[in-house]
Nanobody
Framework: QVQLVESGGGLVQAGGSLRLSCAASGLFFSNNDMGWFRQALGKEREFVAGIRWSGISTYVADSVKGRFTISRDNAKTTVYLQMNSLKPEDTAVYYC?????????????WGRGTQVTVSS
C-alpha cells in the first residue's frame, strides 16, 4: 500500500532553518505530483507547496514564498521542503500528500505529519 513518511521536524528558533523529508513507497513516485500542507492548532489546513512529477514546475504559497523551497529526488522517492527564515507563525504539523490537478488537489494519500515548532 501507499506509505508517506515525513521526518525532519523539530523545535527551532525564529530565523532558523529546517528541512523536511517525505519518503514515499507503494506508488510509482515519479508519476505523481506531490505537495506539502500544514495545520496549526485551531486553524484550517493550508497548502504550502507543490511540485510536479518531473520536478520542473513548483508552487509555493504566498505566506512562505521566498523562504520555503520544495524539491524532489525521484530516484530516492523522496520530496523535500527546505524551510528558511522560520517564523513563529510557521508552527504547525506538516504533512506531505500525493496531489493532482492544476489546483494541487490532495488525494487520499497522506503521511502522518511531522511537528514544526518555531520559538520566538
Amino acid at each position: 500500500q501507499v506509505q508517506l513518511v515525513e521526518s525532519g521536524g523539530g523545535l527551532v528558533q525564529a530565523g532558523g532553518s529546517l528541512r523536511l523529508s517525505c519518503a514515499a513507497s507503494g506508488l510509482f513516485f515519479s508519476n505523481n505530483d506531490m505537495g506539502w500542507f500544514r495545520q496549526a492548532l485551531g486553524k484550517e489546513r493550508e497548502f504550502v507547496a507543490g511540485i510536479r512529477w518531473s520536478g520542473i514546475s513548483t508552487y509555493v504559497a504566498d505566506s512562505v514564498k521566498g523562504r520555503f523551497t520544495i524539491s524532489r529526488d525521484n530516484a530516492k522517492t523522496t520530496v523535500y521542503l527546505q524551510m528558511n527564515s522560520l517564523k513563529p507563525e510557521d508552527t504547525a504539523v506538516y504533512y506531505c500528500a500525493v496531489v493532482y490537478g492544476s489546483n494541487w488537489r490532495p488525494s487520499d494519500y497522506w503521511g502522518r505529519g511531522t511537528q514544526v515548532t518555531v520559538s520566538s
